[in-house]
């Protein structure tokens, strides 16, 4: 569970999150808004990598203030490009990567680490160069990385802007069979339309939150 | 950029600690070989191990990237010291350079940041943080695929505006692109919880 408490935060002098307040139980939520909006900023939330100048963010009853480690294990975060996301040279040294800290042994990486290429299909990769793969390879393997340390909740900003259709598709597909808590920030409207609940950013507030249809709607509405 | 090439020949299995320790005394003993013919015994040497490792194809690759750098030092030191001395210096590079290769060929990354996170571990006592030196590397082994993709993005963004480029017109957006990306590295770093200590208990 997610709970923001009354949280503003801006850069300079502009508030870019003005007075939310709002807590996210269900399984699926949707983050939509117009560029600049503040729903990028408001996701950055969700895992202590932005701290609110004004107000709290809980996941689970943990504080992203007091208690960011511990956080950020429970939430993973994938973005935009995946190439700033790649650490290691290989697909399978990458996945690893994200497990170095957990101390454990070779076998059990190299069967958590081949378990997770498999569940997104890029097992037969594993040992390629990381920066050969295509770009929908790369994000699919920026997904990977974060999954192999099982959040709890996955929070994705804008994963499929730099994907062409079928990427796309095989992205969604994926965030739609995890078991986790997803938070999908996007542009495209259609990736939410099967979501538990969508919210609507306008200016650094939140305008709308409801059901999809309701909430796509309102944001029609306002960018007319 | 040499990549890890998977295989199962004794280079592969050899465990990276050792691989890195042949490589030292390697290193030293060709540098303290002196004569063409003590130059051209290691370079026969190299070749074997490449030949025993099942890479003899990727021995072309590793040497291209040093003509240059052969022809203008042969040249420079056939001028100023004679030509044994240009074969012996010349050599120990490309020899040294080659075997160098043959490491990153047949091991694992994440094996060598182990060995050198090993290694620096006693200098924790004195402040340094062995996880974050190796990561160091393993980031700039990673960084020149990129910043070399973000050349050629820029060059092409160049020539699509035009034939007449500048070096500023160049230099600029490449550095600029390049300290974005070392931006949002950062950021998904610190997201993967690089910062944070290690978690009481492995889930």
């Given amino acids: ?224 | 950029m040499n990549t890890f090439v998977p295989g199962r020949s004794w280079l592969h299995l050899l465990p990276a600690s050792a691989k890195l320790a042949g490589l030292t005394a390697a290193m030293v003993a060709v540098l303290l070989v002196d004569s063409p013919a003590g130059i051209a015994a290691a370079g026969g040497v190299t070749v074997l191990l490449y030949v025993s490792a099942g890479l003899a194809y990727a021995l072309p690759a590793q040497v291209r990237p040093l003509r240059w750098l052969v022809v203008g030092l042969v040249a420079l030191q056939a001028l100023t010291a004679g030509w044994t001395a240009a074969v012996t210096v010349t050599g120990r590079l490309v020899v040294a350079v080659v075997l160098a290769g043959l490491i990153t060929l047949t091991t694992r990354v994440v094996d060598l940041l182990d060995v050198f996170e090993r290694v620096l571990r006693p200098l924790r006592r004195v402040g340094v943080d062995s996880e974050r030196v190796a990561l160091v590397l393993a980031l700039a082994i990673r960084a020149v695929p990129v910043v070399a993709g973000l050349a050629v993005e820029v060059r092409d963004a160049q020539r699509a505006r035009g034939p007449r480029g500048s070096v500023r017109a160049y230099a600029v957006p490449l550095v600029v692109r390049t300290l974005r990306h070392a931006d949002a590295l950062g950021e998904a770093l610190v997201a993967r919880g690089l910062d944070d200590p290690p978690p009481v208990r492995g889930r």
Avoid: W
């Fill in chain 1, 1 to 224: 569970m997610i709970e923001v408490r009354d949280v503003t935060h801006g850069f300079a002098e502009r508030d870019v999150i003005r007075s939310v307040s709002v807590t996210l139980t269900e399984p699926r939520v949707g983050i939509i808004g117009a560029n600049g909006s503040g729903k990028s900023t408001f996701a950055r939330l969700f895992n202590g990598l932005v701290i609110p100048r004004d107000g709290e963010v809980l996941v689970d009853g943990l504080s992203t203030r007091t208690d960011a480690a511990a956080v950020r294990r429970t939430v993973g975060f994938v973005f935009t490009d995946p190439d700033a996301q790649i650490v290691m040279p290989t697909v399978a040294e990458d996945v690893a990567f994200g497990l170095r800290r957990r101390r454990l042994g070779a076998e059990d990486t190299r069967r958590r680490v081949f378990a997770a290429l498999s569940a997104v299909g890029l097992e037969i990769f594993a040992d390629h160069p990381a920066h050969l793969l295509s770009g929908g390879q790369k994000q699919l393997l920026a997904l990977c990385s974060v999954l192999v340390t099982e959040p709890r909740v996955l929070v994705c900003d804008e994963p499929t802007t730099l994907l062409d259709l079928r990427n796309t598709r095989r992205v969604l597909e994926i965030l739609r069979g995890l078991p986790q808590q997803v938070v999908l920030v996007t542009h495209d409207l259609d990736s939410v339309a099967d979501y538990d609940r969508v919210l609507v950013f306008d200016e650094g507030a939140l305008v709308a939150d409801g059901p999809p249809a309701a909430a796509v709607g309102h944001y029609r509405a306002l960018i007319g």
